[in-house]
């Protein structure tokens, strides 16, 4: 636990209004208790008073955390002042949160719907609902805002550059295939649908950053997102093709 000055006491000032509670006042009291300090309490009741305050201090935000007598800031430097984040001038603007989050609940989910059905953790259809579970969530982040993603995906897709339509089909055909796969129905649209985006997928990814060299941000999680275009989008359309190509083997088999 740090502590400044051998003093365990922090004074917060937080707004706490009848029609608003900072959350990040709630945050910061919270960090502050769990670290070890006494907090002292002070809400911040009205707009006026708010103003007020923030005038006297020169800060712009509230909340704000005092320890010591020498003044943190708002919740954000009160997490760096605790070694939990780093200084913002030091932070990646990259993050694989989103990704593994993806991941990690569609394996779950596979695993739970394989252990449900066969009464088996492991299992060749585990392993395809994962795959096309995990199609279904990248098709959500998409579809959340389809305009978003699709201006992204024009920073590298090939055949988006030629037909920006495509842009904006894509993720209902990504949502439309992985639905088809984990139900195991119409197998004969699901695969050529996953074949065919996955493929240009793969190949745009591939030429965009390992021939082109270009460092841009992958549209697989939305148009908002934050991922490094490279292993983790071509790993998706990869997934696609091979699951597409698979499921249609096994039709005929």
């Not at 605790?82 to 030091?90: H, S, T």
């Amino acid at each position: 636990m740090a502590k400044d000055n051998g003093s365990n006491i922090a004074t917060l000032y937080r707004m706490v209004m009848p029609d608003h509670l900072c959350p990040y006042g709630l945050k910061s009291k919270d960090l502050l208790e769990r670290e070890g300090y006494k907090v002292e309490d002070h809400h911040l009741t009205t707009r006026a008073q708010t103003d007020e305050f923030m005038k006297q201090h020169g800060v712009e935000t509230t909340p704000q955390t005092f320890i010591g007598g020498q003044r943190i800031g708002g919740y954000d430097d009160l997490r760096v002042h605790f070694g939990k984040d780093a200084p913002k001038e030091e932070r990646s603007d990259t993050s694989y949160q989103p990704v593994i989050a993806i991941f990690a609940v569609a394996f779950l989910m596979a695993l739970g719907l394989s252990w449900y059905v066969f009464d088996n953790l492991l299992t060749l259809r585990g392993f395809e609902w994962f795959i096309s579970i995990s199609m279904c969530f990248l098709a959500v982040q998409k579809l959340q805002d389809v305009e978003s993603f699709s201006t992204m995906f024009l920073n590298y897709d090939l055949l988006a550059r030629r037909w920006v339509r495509y842009g904006k089909i894509y993720p209902f055909g990504e949502a439309l295939a992985g639905i088809l796969m984990t139900a195991g129905a119409l197998i004969w649209i699901a695969s050529p649908v996953a074949i065919v985006i996955g493929t240009i997928g793969a190949i745009s990814v591939f030429k965009a950053v390992y021939i082109d060299k270009r460092e841009l941000k992958c549209a697989c999680v939305g148009g908002s997102s934050n991922v490094p275009l490279g292993f983790v989008s071509l790993t998706e359309n990869l997934m696609m093709l091979g699951m597409g190509i698979w499921m249609l083997v096994k039709m005929y088999l």
